[in-house]
């Protein structure tokens, strides 16, 4: 079985950084396409940053881009998402996500592209 868990979520300042992890067991990193996703209340679910099986390759919504850096540790069998000069508007419930194999053309940022997910951890920011 397939287990995401999250973690790392909290309250910082504007301005400030946290890094959200997600642990996976049942597979290995390696395998998975992954992803982070946010959700907020006036927001549909939002693609925030992809990364391949391998790692070599990083996607990220407008919106985080120069902020956020998504990354891999396969000796951990964890994906992490470093955030930076946060906003209020990066305050979300954040979801790991992952499907084993590749995107074989779909979208990073779709939910739909997804098989397992995370439980969410919470983020707020204040200004």
């Known amino acids: 079985q397939v287990h995401l868990v999250e973690s790392g979520g909290g309250s910082v300042q504007a301005g400030g950084s946290l890094r959200l992890s997600c642990a996976v067991s049942g597979s290995s990193v390696s395998n998975m396409i992954m992803a982070w996703f946010r959700q907020s209340p006036g927001h549909e679910r939002e693609g925030v940053a992809g990364?391949?099986?391998?790692?070599?390759?990083?996607y990220y919504s407008d919106s985080v881009k120069g902020r956020f850096t998504v990354s891999k540790d396969g000796a951990k069998n964890t994906m992490y998402l470093q955030m930076n000069s946060m906003n209020p508007g990066d305050a979300a419930m954040y979801f790991c996500?992952?499907?084993?194999?590749?995107?074989?053309?779909?979208?990073?940022?779709?939910?739909?592209?997804?098989?397992?997910w995370g439980q969410g951890t919470q983020v707020t920011v204040s200004s």
């Open positions: 996500a992952a499907s084993e194999g590749r995107w074989n053309g779909r979208p990073w940022s779709r939910d739909w592209v997804y098989t397992y």
């Open positions: 990364i391949t099986a391998a790692g070599g390759v990083s």
